[in-house]
């Protein structure tokens, strides 16, 4: 399976989420994720991650576009990869794109998310003609005040295109995420029963119900 984090906007969360995805999910099948990212955030993670004495994530890293689509078509429902790809349009992006049996799409109520989703739109557009058939991801608040309750404008905003899809999950700023990144762990590893560390698990189950992982 083929889960990709994608946007072609950089700084709206891809790479945190996809760390903390991978962690859970590679205590239950196994697990790989595709840094795409040109930080190179979650391979520079993964080595504090190591350093402190836990378990690394297995993490590849793949030279273009070609050998992306190779991998991917080796695909198995046995395994799980998890694409952390880069923040702007690129050939790597719309490989991962296509190729994903899942797509997610961090976005904040900050204007330039909104702004940049609309592009993000395009790009789908694009490849859906190409494609022939509606290529859809899934929409998920991220790094939202957590005082925000009101989701109104956002909500019809997403749901005018039919290449969005609305997440019931959401996640809002809390100050273990980023502590936990820090110490190369997830935030369950960090804290668990905090109010992230449930905003997290409320994404796992979704994403489960959505994959079919059991």
Known sequence: MILTIS?????????????????HFSKLLPTTIIDLDTQQSLTQTNQIRESVG??????????????????????SQE????????GFDSAFNRV???????????????PFDLMGLQKYEEILKSLSAIQKETIKTNILFNNLNPAMKNFGDLIEFICSSEHFELMTSVLRQRVDISNSIGVGKSVKEYRIFSKADREFDELFEEIKLKLDIV
């Open 7 to 23: 946007h072609q906007k950089g700084g709206v969360g891809k790479s945190t989420i996809a760390w903390n995805i991978a962690v």
């Open 96 to 110: 991962a794109i296509v190729g994903s049996d899942m797509l997610i799409t961090p976005v904040s109520d900050k």
């Open 79 to 86: 395994r799980l990869t998890i694409i952390d790809s880069c």
């Open 54 to 75: 836990l378990e690394p994530l297995k993490i590849m890293q793949i030279s273009n576009a070609g050998e992306l689509a190779q991998y991917i078509e080796k695909d």
